[in-house]
């Protein structure tokens, strides 16, 4: 705090502490910053209780309770390598799906498509973030369910069965079912957030490409998206943040099968998941403490792929582009 | 004049209240989900038995409820499975054990083309969890249904996916009827399934059955009749293939009650009788031996003796399976040694 205040005496031009605490300055860095500190204190808090509350695995199982896929509650093994696989496997597919479709759904609602139409869309695509996770969850097991395993699933074993991930047993409930869905949960977070960085965009940068002898579409895509690229990908981290979360709608279509199999069609199980199923009924302090173990792993996992995702844009923003 | 009645309104009201809350005695409770029905209507109805008591329950599940009971967070707490010697052991106060109602299990399938309510011997169950039986057309299931048409087609096999204390009775009656289970598997809340698909409670069991040609699962026999599914018989170990129905779980727990421990901990699927349904369970409450506060411990006790008696007449109507008589006469005797 002292080296802040010092860092900003300068700035305030070498008034004393009191004169910009009566100007009322100081009083709005103080409960702005007390306010960012506690969102802080709040996740080192989190990840503090989540470690403390996790100790016995640690002790018991150490670094083989990240690499062991065995979950047996009854003989006290547990191991979180199903779990992670299944996880970052549903979301890999969600975001598979959901940003092609995503970004260019924005581009066409933020450039090509005509005002009125585009704000009505908006709303409807805005509508659908605010359906509770329960209710895709449903929609899932009656209507997605027998769709992937009665025509999808069988279409892509039949082209695509040369392919590991596409061969074995279809039952309707697996990966490449809750990835599907996780797809459908996140496409709201992305289209409308792209959409709003797309219309941030100003109208000279459109207008500069025109003149040049762009097309429509080479203005959209050389000058306008590159310039929006940050808030692009600023909505794919928000829906990856959900898709590594989402505990019900995946529960109900995953299958639950704490096993790794190479096949998407497959069931599996993902960490959210198996510590909504388990958590009331698990007794006992090595079960309970290794579901808060998932906990924390699923919160690192969440903390490295997003640092990764931001390494990678701060790879691509420095190569190229004239954006700010 | 006008300021002074108002006053003495003010002191009268607060007077009322403070009588009120004096003579109502609050009471904590936690635990299982499955008789939460039964215990919110009990609950509720004892307010008319004994008008100074409120039972607060909070169907939390089972795991939960022993938790809370263990840190004497609650009153008492409820729970589908016995607390195992370990858990006990853990209590400064401990637990006297009070079997509530009676739930059963039920075989619930979809087959296309088969129509008529299929025979499972406890082999057949056994081994189609286990993944060894693994078509329809199995001869230990077309032996014990020679009507059907059983189809040559692969079984999937549902379980549920949350720790519950259903899974809990499921596993405890394969454990009986099957050494390999035992050895392999295992009894527990959650398991760790040889196959099979998992569904989350009830109606992720049943939807996924629904949903899924030639697949098996269980569920309770609570929701099969509300939802009015059908399911299979089971034979029991006299050999009578068995339809489960309220009587028939009650039958189980009669069967049973001349060898139950005195603390009722007990286990009592895979019973002897001849009418007893095979997968069946007590649900139960459990009670401190040693309850400080004297208005509480009337109010336990009093609800004890009424659960056990005028109590016991909801059950039908909501599903559940009401104690036998034989064990309603031993938990009165149980019911003096809370301290």
């Known amino acids: ?324 | 004049m006008k300021k002074s009645n108002l006053w003495l309104g003010v002191f009268a009201a607060l007077a009322i209240l403070l009588a009120v809350a004096q003579a109502k005695v609050l009471i904590n409770a936690a635990g299982a989900t499955f008789p939460y029905p039964i215990y919110g209507k009990w609950f509720e109805e004892f307010t008319k038995v004994d008008p100074d008591a409120q039972i607060n329950y909070q169907s939390i599940g089972s795991g939960g409820g022993i938790r809370q009971f263990t840190e004497n967070t609650v009153d008492f707490g409820a729970s589908d499975m016995p607390m195992t010697d370990e858990q006990i052991g853990k209590v400064k106060n401990k637990p006297l054990h009070f079997p509530s109602v009676l739930g059963g299990l039920v075989p619930t399938y979809n087959i296309p083309g088969v129509t008529q309510e299929l025979k499972f011997t406890p082999a057949a169950l056994a081994g189609i969890y286990l993944g060894k039986i693994k078509k329809w057309n199995d001869p230990e299931l077309t032996n014990a249904n020679p009507g059907a048409k059983l189809p040559a087609n692969e079984i999937l096999v549902v379980h549920r996916s949350d720790g519950s204390g259903t899974t809990f009775v499921w596993t405890d009656y394969l454990a009986k009827v099957s050494p390999e289970w035992k050895s392999k598997v295992g009894v527990n809340s959650s398991v760790s399934w040889p196959v099979g698909l998992g569904g989350k409670g009830n109606e992720g069991v049943s939807g996924i059955v629904k949903q899924t040609p030639n697949s098996i699962g269980y569920v309770e026999l609570i929701y099969a009749l509300q939802n009015k599914m059908a399911y299979g018989m089971v034979r029991n170990s006299s050999g009578t293939y068995l339809k489960a129905d309220l009587d028939s779980v009650t039958q189980a727990a009669a069967a049973t009650a001349t060898t139950m421990p005195a603390d009722f901990r007990v286990s009592i699927t895979n019973p002897s009788g001849k009418n007893a349904y095979p997968i069946s369970s007590f649900t139960w409450l459990l009670i401190p031996s040693k309850i400080d506060d004297p208005a509480k411990k009337k109010a336990i006790v009093t609800f004890l003796h009424w659960m056990l008696t005028d109590g016991q007449k909801f059950a039908g109507s909501l599903g559940y399976a009401p104690l036998p008589k034989e064990v309603v006469a031993k938990e009165e005797k149980q019911i003096a040694l809370i301290k």
């Open chain 1, 1 to 324: 705090m002292a080296t802040s205040a010092t860092v900003s005496a300068p700035r305030s031009g070498g008034r004393s502490f009191v004169q910009r605490l009566r100007s009322g300055d100081e009083i709005a860095r103080l409960i702005t910053l007390a306010f960012a500190t506690s969102i802080l204190l709040v996740t080192v808090a989190l990840v503090y209780e989540l470690w403390v509350t996790s100790a016995l695995p640690r002790q018991k199982f150490g670094l083989s309770f990240l690499t062991s896929s065995s979950w047996d509650p009854v003989s006290g093994q547990f191991g979180a390598l199903p779990f992670i696989y299944g996880t970052v496997i549903t979301s890999a597919i969600a975001l598979f799906i959901a940003v092609p479709i995503g970004v260019g759904a924005a581009i066409f609602l933020a450039e090509l498509a005509p005002a009125r139409i585009s704000s009505a869309f908006t709303f409807f695509i805005e509508l659908l973030a605010a359906v509770p996770s329960v209710i895709y969850g449903l929609l899932a097991i009656f209507t997605l369910v027998p769709l992937m395993r009665d025509y999808v699933e069988p279409f892509l074993r039949k082209t695509l069965g040369f392919l590991p991930i596409f061969s074995g047993n279809i039952y309707g409930y697996g990966y490449l079912t809750a990835g599907v869905i996780l797809a459908v949960m996140t496409l709201p977070f992305i289209i409308s957030i792209s959409r709003e960085a797309l219309l941030e965009v100003p109208t000279e940068q459109r207008e500069a490409a025109l003149a040049l002898g762009a097309t429509r579409w080479e203005s959209t895509w050389q000058a306008v998206v590159p310039w929006a690229r940050l808030g692009i990908f600023g909505s794919i981290f928000l829906a990856l943040a959900r898709a590594l979360g989402e505990t019900m709608a995946v529960t109900m279509v995953i299958g639950n099968d704490p096993t790794i199999h190479a096949s998407l069609f497959a069931p599996g199980y993902a960490i959210a998941p198996i510590i909504a199923n388990e958590f009331t009924e698990a007794t006992g302090d090595l079960y309970l403490q290794s579901l808060v173990g998932l906990a924390l792993v699923l919160f690192f996992l969440t903390v490295v792929i997003n640092a990764l995702a931001r390494l990678l844009i701060i790879a691509t923003t420095r190569r190229g582009s004239a954006h700010p």
